[in-house]
């Protein structure tokens, strides 16, 4: 550019005012300003205008130079053109999804059609909230047709109230999604008098209480590990022979027990429709091994899961409790119950490709425990990546890659990327750069209920690579996204206290978390 530049200065009798860095500014800039034809057109005439005062050479020189400028601008112009369109396509949709979305709202709350609603905003007059509630928000109660009171009723209204005016009436409402996943949402907010309060805190302790007796325990173990596999079949034996329960293990355990001399009946799948149909016959994973194994076992589920009690057999163990050596009192008080557990979100991820934009069946969505991270994989450019939180652009990311995390996985390579800790039970979706570079990138921690989408943009100079709980590697080309959003299958952890305690400790224990020997009195004092 600079040599085009210099060569302009030397045929011409004026200063040159060609700014080519204006076109190719902020490759995040989604308005194309420059066309392609105007651009080569303005060149041309550029050089036709011009007066010259140089030699034959000089023009040759030139006029290549010109080509050269008008061909690059020609390509910047097309690649934000291609940019647009794919916004464009990108933005239907997301208009055509909320919209089917919208339908099926509509279709599974019978009782909040548009004409109720319609009918209840017109009687704000101090209208008592409906006594049946059994409607699309169940006992739940709290749905969009919920009229706030603004005034006191009754025949004698205070006086005070009527001196300062009318309070103005409004109504919070949220979508009745038709599902039970939004409807704990109640607890939140009270609706009484207008005035808003926080009722109820959604992050107690939540307690497992068995109903029935728990028949049937699925070991996953981990593997290459003789004291793993030992351990395995003793509590193996002891849960059949002290409790009468059945257990299930991976098809390779299987084998492995076989051979052992334990002789125990255990029981597998074969096939992938066994496999699917796990949760309707397992009341209790048990992990034998570290994260790892806890990660595995969550991907075995692509739906509900049991609640998990991990036993500790790894080098960390934030997710894995319990110690193994005192296994028979722990899965007592388990299986008699109640013990607390810890929710712990799942992001379920799609892959969409460009090649198949116009398929409707898609690649099967991915669950994730810990996170999904997108990163250049061997490539030794800078990743780019474009990302944005529903409807919103969030930011480009361009540096090694980015973590979209749980808050499981806040303790992991979310970590690691200088991402915050975040308790679990905390409703949040990390967003953690890989070496940003940029000096003002911090992460961020978004609301549960977001859908974030990571795009790859044509003018990516390569490839990138997305791999989930550090597994399943998938290549993104330009032009292929990554769609995240919270699963409505969390994996329930049993917890050797309560959720937080075992927080607490696991980042004590594991990370040695703010260790620092504490001063003694013997110095200065105030
Ligand atoms: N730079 C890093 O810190 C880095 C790099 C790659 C992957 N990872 C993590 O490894 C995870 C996969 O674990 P793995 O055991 O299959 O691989 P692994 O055997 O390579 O172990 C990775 C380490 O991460 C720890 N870990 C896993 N989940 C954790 C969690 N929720 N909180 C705290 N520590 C956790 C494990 O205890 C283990 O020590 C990925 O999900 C990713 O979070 C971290
Ligand atoms: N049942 C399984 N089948 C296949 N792979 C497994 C299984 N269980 C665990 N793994 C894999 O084995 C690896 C190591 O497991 P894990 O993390 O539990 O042990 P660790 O590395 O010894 O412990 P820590 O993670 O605490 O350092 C992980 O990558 C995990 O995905």
Redesign the pocket.
């Given at each position: 550019m600079a040599s085009s530049r210099s060569l302009l200065e030397k045929v011409s009798d004026q200063p040159v005012n060609l700014d080519l860095t204006a076109s190719h500014q902020s490759e995040n800039d989604s308005i194309s300003t420059v066309s392609s034809v105007e651009s080569e057109k303005a060149a041309y005439e550029f050089l036709a205008q011009t007066p010259i005062k140089s030699t034959d050479k000089h023009l040759v020189e030139f006029s290549e130079a010109m080509r050269t400028v008008a061909k690059a601008l020609r390509q910047v112009a097309e690649g934000k053109a291609a940019a647009q369109a794919e916004a464009a396509e990108w933005k239907r949709k997301y208009e055509l999804e909320t919209a089917q979305k919208q339908q099926t709202r509509i279709k599974d709350c019978g009782t909040c059609t548009d004409d109720n609603l319609g009918k209840m905003a017109s009687q704000l007059s101090l209208e008592a909230p409906a006594s049946d509630q059994t409607g699309c928000c169940g006992n739940h109660g709290i749905c969009s047709h919920e009229v706030l009171q603004d005034e006191v009723p009754g025949p004698n209204p205070r006086p005070s109230l009527s001196m300062v005016g009318r309070k103005a009436s409004f109504r919070l409402s949220w979508g009745c999604n038709g599902n039970k996943n939004g409807q704990h949402k109640h607890d939140f907010v009270s609706f009484e008098k207008g005035d808003i309060t926080t009722a109820e805190r959604s992050s107690k302790q939540i307690l497992l209480k068995w109903e029935s007796r728990p028949q049937t325990v699925l070991f996953i173990t981990k593997p290459n590990s003789n004291s793993v596999r030992v351990l395995c079949a003793e509590m193996v034996r002891w849960l059949k022979e002290h409790k009468n329960i059945n257990v299930f293990v991976e098809p390779w355990v299987s084998k492995e027990l076989l051979t052992d001399d334990s002789n125990h009946t255990v029981q597998t799948w074969d096939n992938d429709d066994d496999k699917k149909m796990l949760h309707k016959k397992v009341d209790l994973i048990v992990t034998l091994g570290?994260?790892?194994t806890v990660?595995?076992a969550a991907s075995l589920f692509k739906g509900p899961v049991p609640p998990v009690v991990a036993f500790a057999m790894?080098?960390?163990?934030?997710?894995t409790p319990f110690p193994s050596e005192q296994y028979r009192g722990c899965l007592d008080n388990v299986l008699k119950g109640p013990f607390s557990i810890t929710l712990r979100n799942r992001l379920q991820c799609h892959v969409i490709r460009d090649a198949a934009k116009d398929e409707i069946v898609t690649e099967e969505p991915i669950l994730v425990l810990?996170?999904v991270t997108i990163d250049r994989g061997i490539s030794s450019y800078l990743t780019y990546l474009e990302c944005y939180c529903d409807s919103s652009f969030v930011t480009c990311v361009q540096g090694d890659g980015l973590i979209i995390s749980t808050t499981?996985?806040s303790?992991?390579?979310?970590?690691?990327?200088g991402g915050s800790m975040v308790h679990p039970q905390v409703p949040g979706i990390l967003f953690t750069p890989i070496c940003p570079h940029s000096l003002s990138f911090r992460p961020l921690i978004l609301p549960e209920y977001v859908t974030l989408r990571i795009q790859v943009p044509y003018n990516s100079r390569g490839h990138a690579w997305a791999s989930f709980?550090?597994?399943d590697r998938k290549q993104l080309a330009p032009g292929d996204a990554l769609i995240c959003s919270i699963s409505p299958w969390p994996v329930p952890t049993a917890c050797l206290v309560d959720s937080t305690t075992d927080f607490l400790r696991s980042i004590h224990e594991?990370l040695h978390w703010n260790l620092r020997k504490t001063q003694t009195l013997d110095g200065p004092r105030d």
């Open positions: 570290g994260d790892g990660l595995w790894g080098s960390l163990g934030f997710m810990n996170e499981s996985g303790t992991a390579y979310s970590l690691a990327a709980d550090g597994k594991g």
